[in-house]
């Protein structure tokens, strides 16, 4: 079946330390990319997304998350935290097979210390 | 801007109860998902619609019925609630247009408790 597998649940970092989510995918095909951020008591926000191109990609925020097709990831990166990026931190998958069902991470809490 | 608007926002009902959440959303999309967030699973998608009168089940579709009869509604409904569906809820729509792989758009959320 198709999963996406986010390898850290729950983050603690300090303020302007650098970042980086694990997010792998099982699907051999082509695949959509997508980070989603949750503030606490908000909805999802989208972060960034990847369809093609530049496998390097930037999002709103500062964030910016690589594809590596050979690794079937897409990490998650930030080079300097802020006490305001404490939140929950999706990450998703479109198989292009599928009708646009997104395939959900089973999250990260990310809790940065001011 | 509206965007997916959910209602209501919290919710306890009793075990074998009914209820009917209401998204709705003002952005003319096709696509349209309810999900159900519990913690550490992420989202799991219940149910979704590729147009009105088009509905189709998701990953947990057990327990829960939609009806998607105009673009802007998609109503979920759980006929006899129990304590297992305590979660919370999200609506989500997006356009379709170029694929059906466009971002989705969320709603707030309905949290909702079977007690």
């Known amino acids: 079946a198709q999963s996406v597998s986010q390898h850290n649940h729950h983050v603690i970092l300090s303020e302007a330390a650098s970042l980086e989510l694990g997010c792998n995918y099982s699907y051999g095909g082509t695949v959509n990319l997508f980070w989603y951020v949750q503030y606490p008591g908000q909805h999802l926000q989208l972060l960034l997304k990847y369809f093609s191109g530049d496998p390097l990609v930037k999002g709103i925020k500062g964030f910016e998350a690589e594809f590596i097709k050979s690794k079937f990831s897409f990490n998650l990166r930030k080079p300097s935290v802020q006490w305001s990026d404490t939140a929950e931190y999706f990450c998703?998958?479109?198989?292009?097979?599928?009708?646009?069902?997104?395939?959900f991470g089973q999250g990260t809490t990310l809790q940065v210390k001011p | 801007n509206a965007g997916v608007t959910q209602t209501p926002k919290f919710r306890i009902l009793k075990i074998g109860q009914s209820m009917t959440l209401q998204c709705t959303q003002d952005m003319n999309h096709n696509y349209m998902y309810w999900y159900r967030q519990d913690p550490g699973m992420g989202l799991k998608l219940i149910y979704y619609s590729v147009g009105a009168g088009i509905t189709d089940k998701g990953e947990v579709p057990n327990g829960y019925n939609v009806s998607r009869s105009t673009t802007e509604d998609f109503p979920l409904r759980l006929e006899l609630a129990a304590p297992s569906q305590t979660s919370v809820y999200f609506c989500a729509s997006s356009s379709g247009q170029g694929g059906s792989n466009q971002p989705q758009h969320f709603g707030d959320g309905t949290r909702l408790s079977i007690l």
């Open positions: 998703a998958v479109i198989p292009a097979s599928n009708t646009g069902k997104l395939i």
